[in-house]
């Protein structure tokens, strides 16, 4: 937590030194819909052989830098007969800033929080199918403007699952994403 | 009657010397620094999804509890954290405390998206013929506006350490708290006059520590973890014009609870059932003098709660209270005068000498500006019961520079009969059995005596820029005749079928202490920096220790931290985003009760709790016009491993949300 709080930090040191115009605020919706897949080794390895899952996140431009919402599921299959396969489906919010551009290409960093939900594919500890736990996590992403609206994207994302032994997968994701005017009745709820 | 005459005649004096008490003075609020308003949007913006959540917002409020549900709580150091002594009011109508324990609050039937304002009053006062010795939370809500409204809202909390996917191997770790999920529905209709308002909410809290689940898991029945359930749906109706306004509000809460009951030495399940039906209002008067009154029934049933033990608290009290008060002001001197009456019955298979008790009140106050920037107060009460009368008065005094520097000095006295306080220990000395463990002792005393107290508390507060305030404030307690209970317990595991390894009870040896004295004394210091509704933020440091006093009230005060900082910030940066921190640091505390056990159990109970620091954080948006709310908090961001309670739950980093629809005129604004 505390390493976190301090990337956190890092972070906004390099954020721009000014606010965005709250204008601008929700102006435009940006869908990313990418691959994901579980890199690094560690204990967890061990016992589960991480899948690769689908990531869905929908940013837009916040009073400072940016907001995102979204989910990832992915499959973890077991590699011992009484280890059970799961799929991990975390459900986050996040916020970030985009260093400045540098056309075609676009840099992000950010942090995000959220819930994933692990479900069990039989009964487990007194019928529980599934656990939930605070999942925490700072990512950079390159994204490469192609046209109307239209990018590819790469990202790395460092998380880290507050369970006991604590899940620290590092993700690579990479996908598209369109951009586009927020219409007028969601940019009404969103302000 | 043994009533001491100088005493009386210095309470007649007090009467007709000074002006209203200052705790009561609505219109110098900001300005009172014996009372803090807090709006319902500061509570809502704080994170805070259940009703002790309130008690956080109070840097000279203590709250412990022992498994993050039910709080004890010491009022700017008026009482120890034995017993509850606070009073909780609900639109001016008091709630009546259970005799058996637990805190005022976690069970009303009352939702927190209800609440317009809090007053929370850190010095005795008197308040619509309530005497509330040990503070007290004013809990106004917010009358509906004309239309029809309804609003929705959900919160849940998630506690870091479950076991996750490990689980299933040889790693596998016992899972942890889940907290809530809360669920709350309010609908209303007004006509601009008259409104009905109805609304439910449910609540549950999963006490899964080991602790806890080693105390209960031979008592427990059920194939899930230990859980606390809470059902309470509640009807308000009011009328209000020129001449006056007249609500009435009724309530029941089915609370499934463990309860710690310490004469048996660990949580007993107990349905609790509540039920309330209130009657208050204020009608105008000839100038500017009004009446108001109140009339309240109240019921605390706890049934049994199925388990294995069979235990039953077998006990079910109802009271029926109410007050009428002439109240009349001019600029330069108001006042008021009032009776009250209360009257308790309980129903339990145990032989009561009296299972009634009626409780009799008469009272005034009084404030008077002999010139416009002093200001005085006083007010009386006296109260009989059984034959015997006690006392309370109060005196304040107040110099105020322009509404910028304010110096206050309050006093009071109160000399309260044992049925007053109507405790677990005055129904036990009436005859109740409570359960106790065949293991266990308990001593009581061969009769109750009558205590006193005298308290003055202090203030100085300087506004030397416009938007910053320094407050120093200084307080002295004094208790003579005082009760107070000790207990001794004694670590025992047991043997009895359990579904978890490490069961074990707390064998209790109770003793009730009376003619106790001590003296307390405390200081603290703060800086409140407010732009609203910007950015305010707020340091507080408050030291607080007991001095020349006996051995036993030195005992019960020692489990209050002498040292504590509390630092909060709110910030809004633009208009519907708020970020909100709490900073607590609490010092060691010492519990003797728990001396024996903890060596006997193995690090599981503790005699001294540590220092601690916890840091909360906030963030809330508000969507669609001010329709949806979404707030996320991170409580115990730093993740130690925090404890209030020498026996309660170990509380790690915690992530909790919540959700608000509004609709109509329900709803409620984002600050702008």
Redesign the interface.
């Given at each position: 937590?505390?390493k976190l709080?301090f990337q956190l930090l890092l972070l906004s040191c390099f954020s721009p030194l000014y606010?965005q115009n709250?204008e601008r605020?929700f102006e435009t919706i940006s869908i990313y819909v990418g691959g994901t897949h579980h890199v690094n080794h560690t204990r967890?390895n061990d016992?589960?052989n991480p899948g690769t899952g689908l990531e869905l996140t929908v940013k837009t431009p916040f009073?400072?830098g940016y907001a995102e919402a979204g989910g990832a599921l992915q499959p973890?299959d077991?590699f011992a007969m009484?280890?059970?396969d799961?799929y991990s489906l975390g459900v986050f919010?996040g916020w970030g800033f985009r260093f400045r551009q540098l056309s075609p290409l676009e840099i992000l960093a950010g942090v995000r929080?959220g819930?994933n939900r692990?479900s069990?594919d039989y009964d487990?500890?007194?019928?529980?199918r599934n656990?939930?736990?605070?999942t925490l996590a700072v990512r950079s992403e390159v994204a490469l403007r192609l046209f109307r609206g239209w990018s590819v994207f790469a990202a790395g994302t460092y998380a880290k699952?507050?369970?006991?032994?604590r899940?620290k997968p590092f993700y690579v994701t990479a996908g598209v994403s369109h951009t586009f005017n927020t219409p007028q009745w969601l940019r009404?709820?969103?302000? | 009657m043994k009533v001491r005459l100088p005493l009386v005649i210095l309470a007649l004096v007090l009467l007709f010397c000074g002006r209203k008490a200052e705790a009561q003075d609505a219109s110098s609020l900001d300005e009172n620094p014996f009372t803090r308003v807090i709006s319902g949007e500061t509570v809502f913006s704080s994170g805070a999804y259940r009703l002790h959540d309130l008690l956080a917002l109070s840097p000279w409020w203590h709250a412990v509890s022992i498994e993050g549900y039910t709080w004890s709580a010491s009022a700017n150091a008026l009482d120890p954290l034995e017993g509850t002594t606070w009073t909780v009011f609900v639109d001016g109508v008091p709630v009546a405390s259970p005799s058996l324990g637990g805190d005022p609050v976690n069970f009303l039937p009352l939702q927190i998206h209800q609440i317009d304002h809090v007053e929370i009053v850190d010095v005795p006062t008197i308040l619509n013929g309530q005497f509330a010795g040990g503070g007290a939370v004013h809990i106004h809500t917010r009358r509906p506006v004309r239309g029809v409204g309804i609003l929705g809202g959900l919160a849940a909390g998630?506690e870091?350490?479950?076991?996750?996917?490990?689980?299933?191997?040889e790693?596998?770790?016992p899972?942890v708290d889940?907290i809530g999920p809360a669920y709350q529905g309010l609908a209303s209709i007004s006509d601009g006059h008259t409104y009905v308002q109805v609304g439910i909410r449910s609540d549950q809290h999963h006490a899964t520590d080991e602790k806890i689940i080693g105390r209960t898991g031979n008592l427990y029945v059920g194939?899930?973890?230990p859980r606390l359930l809470l059902l309470a749906p509640s009807l308000r109706m009011g009328h209000y014009s020129s001449w006056g306004e007249v609500s009435v509000s009724a309530g029941h809460t089915r609370f499934q609870d463990l309860l710690f009951f310490p004469l048996f030495g660990r949580e007993i399940p107990t349905t609790h059932l509540y039920s309330t039906a209130a009657m208050e209002g204020t009608l105008k008067g000839p100038g500017r003098s009004a009446f108001r009154f109140h009339g309240a029934y109240s019921q605390h049933d706890y049934a049994e709660r199925f388990n294995r033990g069979d235990i039953d608290l077998d006990w079910r009290q109802e009271r029926l209270e109410g007050n009428v008060e002439y109240q009349t002001g001019g600029s330069r001197i108001s006042g008021m005068l009032g009776i009250g009456v209360k009257s308790d019955h309980v129903y339990t298979a145990s032989a009561l000498r009296d299972p009634s008790l009626l409780v009799a009140s008469a009272y005034g106050q009084i404030t008077v500006l002999p010139v416009r920037f002093w200001r005085n107060s006083a007010g009386l009460m006296t109260s009989r019961a059984s034959g015997r009368i006690g006392v309370k008065a109060l005196l304040g005094t107040s110099f105020v520079n322009a509404g910028k520097d304010v110096f206050s000095l309050y006093t009071t006295y109160a000399r309260t009969l044992p049925e007053e306080k109507n405790d677990l220990w005055y129904w036990m000395y009436n005859g109740y059995e409570a359960p106790v463990d065949s293991t266990s002792s308990l001593s009581l005393p061969a009769y109750l005596m009558i205590s006193d107290r005298f308290s003055a508390d202090a203030a100085l507060s300087l506004r030397p820029f416009l938007r910053t305030r320094f407050q120093v404030k200084g307080l002295y307690r004094r208790f003579q005749r005082t009760q107070l209970p000790a207990y001794d317990f004694a670590y025992a595991s047991t043997s009895r079928p359990v579904n978890d390894n490490g069961a074990y009870i707390l064998a209790s040896h109770a003793r009730l202490n009376q003619n106790l004295v001590g003296n307390v004394f405390g200081l603290s210091a703060g800086i409140r920096y407010q732009y609203l509704p910007v950015l305010s933020q707020e340091v507080v440091y408050v030291y607080t220790r007991p001095f020349l006093s006996d051995a036993m009230f030195w005992r019960s005060w020692t489990n209050l931290p002498w040292h504590r900082i509390h630092y909060t910030i709110y910030w809004r940066?633009?208009p519907?985003?708020s970020l909100y921190g709490r900073f607590l640091y609490t010092s060691a505390t010492r519990w003797p009760d728990y001396k024996r056990a903890a060596p006997e159990s193995g690090g599981k109970i503790l005699e001294v709790v540590p220092s601690y620091i916890n840091l909360d954080l906030t963030v809330q948006k508000w969507?669609?016009?001010d329709h949806?709310s979404a707030s996320?908090s991170?409580r115990n961001?730093?993740?130690r491993s925090l404890t209030t309670h020498p026996a309660g739950a170990v509380d790690n980093?915690?992530?909790h949300v919540s959700l608000v629809l509004q609709l109509g005129s329900a709803i409620r604004r984002a600050p702008d």
């Open positions: 937590m505390k709080i606010a709250g605020a967890f016992y589960w009073y400072l973890f077991g009484d280890v059970p799961f919010v929080a819930n692990m069990f487990a500890y007194y019928g529980e656990e939930s736990e605070l699952t507050y369970t006991y032994i899940l009404t709820i969103l302000r | 998630n870091i350490g479950d076991p996750g996917p490990y689980l299933f191997t790693s596998a770790t899972n889940r194939n899930r973890r940066p633009v519907r985003f969507f669609w016009k949806l996320a991170l961001v730093l993740n980093l915690s992530l």
